[in-house]
């Protein structure tokens, strides 16, 4: 099979990670390239990293450039992918990366990101129940947020397995890429190298809606979620620490149990051996998921640890892993479970 | 009044750090500077950065070598200190940065420790509730452990003003430096640059006894705690996320009130404006201690969080402020809350 | 002395520093701060880790807020000095870190900056050959800029000498804060970690007439040059790797010996002992200059290492240091050699 | 073809990148992981990106272990190469990593490695001129060092078409992986990050006559080199800024004409279009090379530069690539020009 790929905003850093992927994939034939605001440019000059790509010009992003295309990936900012995607047809499978199909409930979408809402496509993070099956077939995917990827990841063992109260904590640890490519004050790397700090403290993040969609459905139940991002000094990975509080009965091993089960089959998500825990560096630029839990009695809280690579398994790589799923190609196709480290 | 220092130790990240403290206080002269493996050492080859101390030849740590100083601090493996104090005898104020005379409990003690109990000696976080009381004229002083440091202060304003329940959620992110100067394979620059990595999770992490201290005793109940110290890549630095359940009637309002209250006079505090978040970079080197809260209602928590330097207000700035104040100085003589940035 | 200050520019990083050290000036009181586009803002929303300005606002770079002050510290982009040092007048001393009056050729100003020459200051950096008597009592002064601070120190003593060809080769690395605040995609934290990369190579950069201007001063000959910059990933320092042909007759001793008769008397310029070699860390918001040297026999070339602080040495050290030298103040007041690391 | 390799030295960071390329080759078949002081343990506690090998035991690396194979890699430290060799036999294809026998000269050898010369084998730089043939069949394999690789790419065009006199100027800056996996002070993350330090100045560094030796050679006379490696605070990446005066008749075309018919046909290196550098990032775990050259009339300086991935084109990917051509296979088999970034 070969499948030709068009890519709707290959300037910013999700589109050059997917293309990056893309340039591995066996399957995969890199068609239009857009960028609205660098339409007309070498790629070479923007994505420097990509060097078979070095003397692609990047075209405008209109349906016309995209059409013809077996699979369109949209990185866009959110809001664009709907009209996008109904200019296409409905035979073209559209993987979009943005945020805007996302979540279920229209109320947490208008809350979160002010603006009427555009539906709901499946959901690509196939290792969630149901998840895969959604996903064969579609011709329409939502890839996940990076952070609720790690979250989710992290936590739902527990809360599928009925061992965790509805009430998680979350503390995550980004690195830079995932706010994106436009220049801001606060990501210049002088103020970013040597400093850890917070953002969208107390429930205002954008992914927080969607970790709870995540839970509650793996729970059965409405989960609360205090959900804090932090910024760290590192260009990729995302470490997140989640606990929620343990049900009555709950053990190391019962814990420990649920999460063999959870992942025994599943190519990219690792789950450590015991006493060894994850770190970002390991799956840098890997579509690996490493995740360690414990329960900490004394405190009487499961504690979930996972370490993705927020650009790899936490965008353009969840996207390479669902269109596979989407095409009917073996889910690993041009991913990789091997970081690159040190 | 000037007054006369010894430390031991002088060739690690506390010591150095201390070095770089007492060189700036108008007070203080500097004496024996020892360290064990390192004696006979030029501390020039050591701490590059001490260039006024460059020719200082470090000696060996005995009681000879620092006796006849009016203050000792000791930057020593834990275990060492009481020894020496004994040894150094009542009437010379020695300050102890090492873990040894922190903990109430034995049974703590012994559980984390592995080693019999040396005692408790004065705490050396003056903006706990009663601190600086049993500090004034004090010989003998216990320096907090670093994130004790950032976590006790972050979140002790919601357990005294009994807005919070006995049940807290903290992840901090620390500079490497936390991890001292002896090198260890995972410490290696190559390791930690662009990894975030978690490390005693479960609640094994020492410092763990010692938060538990602090908040209870700010409660006035047992405060049952969840800590996970997490490795991130910085030299320098403690990023404290502190969460615990809101008591019923609990506000925005009201938990600001209790903050603005907790930390109106402190001169080392600096309790931010609404909507600005603390990061490390902020304090990097200074004294100072960036908070800021939040009341999330969605998930009914109060979200406190800190940035210290872990070296500065977590080691040796605490150190130097708790000495101000037992020698009846002002409290922040030698100290700075400027922070050097970017 | 009470000496009161005003800052033009005081939102970007060499305003930030200039005010990092002036809060610590024993001599000085902090007038006027303005910054054009920031006009209007607090201080503590633009500079967090300035807390004792945290609540002072921002006005409108005009001569009539910086009138009344003793000295004016001006942090403009170039080209703007000179309208503002006529409205002042003659008797208030300004102190210039941009680059309006550092060059005294009018050719190499036009070439360089392309604009026209404004005329030429005395030069803040003393060290140099008869810079320091140029200083005193002066009302004007030039701070020169960070790479050409780096490299002249590290070189002018092998020229002063009679020990070096008129061609020197210099590779300087330089931490991102050179570059500044103003957002730029290249300047990125996602860009700069794990990234090095030359710019201004080929002696297109605007700091090599100055450092030619520096070094041919000293050797009395024009001395060709190739520079080249990079940036490195730390948001601090600069190291200079610089060399020169050796002329006939030179040994290693008299290499050393050119070098210690140089800085024998300098308190911030630290030759280091024989052996040990600069790192930038050690200099880290400090305003001392490590410098070492070799004679490399086989290549028959001086090499002179420099490592400065680009924002303390490198601009706003600088500047204080010859503003104590302009009003008979002790030269290190308020300044110190020592670092801040690790 | 199926190509069954061992790997000795699999602990270090130069066997953990091969293994990583290896992994990823069609043609290898990864045998025996040998490291001595390792042996027993899992690899994935020792290389926990390397998900697909973690529970692959180490083993001693002896000469029984590593015979059977028809690739040996040597990672080892240097002097060990030749016995290991002498028992594989002649008819294995043996790749040593390390530095036994890059030099041709004996001499060379003892002054800078202080032990007796093992003699010579191909120079696994195919890029140089008539280097290709001679490692088409061989058995062995001699992988040049890490600056070498950088250096040799950057300069030998401009030695090679007779522009440059026979002296270079080199100053090159390394991440950390290239010092090592063994743990040392300063080493440590919290001493490099934020830091940039020289060392092995005034010609010390034992990859000085190695890089005498590839310019020597396409000079067609001897080149005195002044080498001055640093340490960047990365943990990939070389950047290699080289200079040349220029032969008289020079100019900026016929310095690029130079360039361009050199790599004209090279897979690996890439000239970057004029006006755009060479960034460590662009090549993080790619084989690429991107080059950049310059002709400074004012300095009469040819300035070349060069980027590449210390653990890849600079050892292990340099390694497939030479094992690639020794056994006959594509060049480019099982190796990349795209880079991870950001």
Known sequence: MTVRAAVAGASGYAGGELLRLLLAHPEVEIGALTGNSNAGQRLGALQPHLLPLADRILQETTADVLAGHDVVFLALPHGQSAAVAEQLGPDVLIIDMGADFRLKDAGDWETFYGSPHAGTWPYGLPELPGARAALEGSKRVAVPGCYPTAVSLALFPAYAAGLAEPEAVIVAASGTSGAGK?????????????????????????????????????????????????????PRGILATCSASAKPGVTAESVRAAYEKAFADEPFVHLLPEGQWPATASVYGSNAVQVQVAYDAAANRIIAISAIDNLTKGTAGGAVQSMNIALGLDETTGLTTIGVAP
Chains 1, 2, 3, 4 share one sequence.
């Open 182 to 234: 436009a220049p801001k004050p606060h990501l210049l790397g002088s103020e970013v190298m040597g400093s850890m700090s917070p953002y969208g403290v107390g429930g205002g993040h954008r992914h927080t809606p969607e970790v709870i969609q995540n839970l509650s459905a793996a729970a059965g139940e409405r989960v609360r979620v205090s959900f804090t991002p932090t910024l760290a000094p590192m």
